[in-house]
């Protein structure tokens, strides 16, 4: 089967589309026949080995995986003994952070993934499962938002940013959302209720007050999230320095800001598939690209100025 294979750590440059080895399946996992790909930040992270730590999980020399890309949509195409949830012929759509999700075929356990809502387009599918996750457990999970709160969204048009302002609204929140003035109205179509645009307004001044702060693009200070909000999640960071420094006044501060990594957990993406398949949210695609072009995909991406997602297909 294709699949695009990575030997050293760099730019998209590196990667090879190569003839490999089928994977086969254990007892707990599916093959999944993969029919379209998101990209996200992690990606690029992960080709590169930046942060250096990632690289004490991913290879301290050379990319312990030479399998790339985690989200995708697809068939199953087989199914382990142990598996109850699924059968050759379902859609599914889910994460594989460990790689190898840029292949015709991938091998994932059954409890990564979950069925697709009927009427949905793999392309779409593949577009949710790590942006999705990550805006639903930090508004849900870690955020606690409640109906009728307040929340500001910075970073509100990337793809964590603008599914995250569609799940606030789906959840009964005010939300004021930050993104440039360019992306101001499409923004407000997903229901934004206020909207700052950050090249206009300088955001590290702005005296609002929120219940939750969520910062989906990671460069608000410490003094941001305290000034602004009740409580913060934050899910991404721009500089190591900038990390660093959120990271140590976090530890002298009573502050209740979380930063966290989102999990695979099939029930949020059930929900995640439920909010789609009423209507609650839609997953907004700036480009698709064919799956010969996952390089350019990714340098795409690198740029931190997609508006919704970017998805490949096969
Ligand atoms: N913790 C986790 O588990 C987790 C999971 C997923 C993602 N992340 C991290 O979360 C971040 C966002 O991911 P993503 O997939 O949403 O990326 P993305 O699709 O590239 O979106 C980035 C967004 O940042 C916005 N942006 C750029 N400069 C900005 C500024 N100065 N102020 C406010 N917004 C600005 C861009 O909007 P404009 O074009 O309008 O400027 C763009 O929409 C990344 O750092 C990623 O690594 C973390």
């Avoid at 996992?29 to 730590?53: T, Y």
């Avoid at 697709?116 to 996750?133: D, H, K, W, Y």
Wanted: hydrophobic fraction near 40%.
């Amino acid at each position: 089967m294709k699949a695009f294979v990575k030997t050293t750590y760099g730019g998209p440059e590196v990667l090879t589309l190569e003839e490999v080895e089928k994977p086969s399946i254990k007892d707990d996992q599916i093959l999944v026949k993969v029919m379209a790909n998101s990209a996200n930040p992690a990606d690029w992270h992960i080709l590169r080995g930046e942060p250096f730590f990632a690289r004490f999980v991913f290879g301290l020399l050379k990319p312990k995986n030479k399998l790339f890309g985690a989200d995708f949509a697809g068939i199953v195409a087989e199914t382990g003994n142990q598996v109850r949830d699924f059968k050759v012929g379902d859609k599914v759509f889910g994460e594989k952070l460990s790689g190898g999700a840029f292949a015709e075929y991938t091998a994932v356990p059954a409890d990564i993934c979950a069925i697709m809502p009927e009427g949905t387009e793999f392309q779409e599918m593949a577009c949710v499962p790590i942006a999705g996750l990550t805006a639903l457990q930090a508004l849900i999970t870690h955020g606690q938002l409640k109906e009728g709160e307040s929340v500001l969204i910075n970073g509100s048009s990337g793809g964590v940013g603008h599914l995250a302002v569609q799940i606030a609204k789906v959840y009964g929140a005010k939300v004021t959302a930050v993104c440039s003035f360019k992306n101001k109205d499409f923004v407000k179509s997903l229901g934004a209720d206020e909207v700052i645009s950050y090249d206009n307004e300088n955001i590290h001044k702005h005296h609002g007050k929120f219940n939750l702060i969520v910062d989906t693009h990671g460069n608000l200070s410490h003094n941001d999230f305290k000034r602004m909000g009740q409580r913060a999640v934050s899910v991404g960071f721009t500089t190591m320095g900038h990390m660093m420094s959120v990271l140590f006044k976090k530890a002298f501060s009573k502050f209740p800001l979380t930063q966290f990594t989102a999990e695979i957990k099939k029930h949020d993406l059930e929900i995640l598939a439920s909010l789609i398949r009423d209507r609650k949210i839609k997953v907004q695609i700036d480009k698709t690209f064919p799956y010969t072009k996952i390089p350019e995909a990714i340098s795409y991406i690198e740029a931190m100025h997609t508006r919704g997602k970017v998805a490949m297909v096969w």
